[in-house]
Nanobody
């Protein structure tokens, strides 16, 4: 069992930066691939980024590539999402996810665990 708690969301002006954190409980955190998803009002949840259990492989949605960086610290049971050059269209609730399948994270199907989400609002 893995419980995920996100933090770090907030209000930021366009062009600014935020770093989201996702703290995981459970001794099996390092076994899981981790990801971030987001859901804007009136839209479906979409994939943002994923990282393998070792941190050696990362994937990004085209819309955030070059601006966002996903990383993890297995000693701290935490995964991060550094978001730079934020745009108003990045406004959404951001969710942390854990899955034993990296491919599953990329396509957002059959995710094992979800966090409760943290709001990110980017003003123009």
């Amino acid at each position: 069992q893995v419980q995920l708690v996100e933090s770090g969301g907030g209000l930021v002006q366009a062009g600014g930066s935020l770093r989201l954190s996702c703290a995981a409980s459970g001794r099996t955190f390092s076994s899981y691939h981790m990801g971030w998803f987001r859901q804007a009002p009136g839209k479906e949840r979409e994939f943002v980024a994923a990282i393998s259990w070792s941190g050696g492989t990362t994937y990004y949605a085209d819309s955030v590539k070059g601006r966002f960086t996903i990383s993890r610290d297995n000693a701290k049971n935490t995964v991060y999402l550094q978001m730079n050059t934020l745009k108003p269209e990045d406004t959404a609730v951001y969710y942390c996810a854990a899955d034993l399948s990296l491919r599953g994270l990329q396509i957002g199907v059959g995710i094992d665990y979800w966090g409760q989400g943290t709001q990110v609002t980017v003003s123009s």
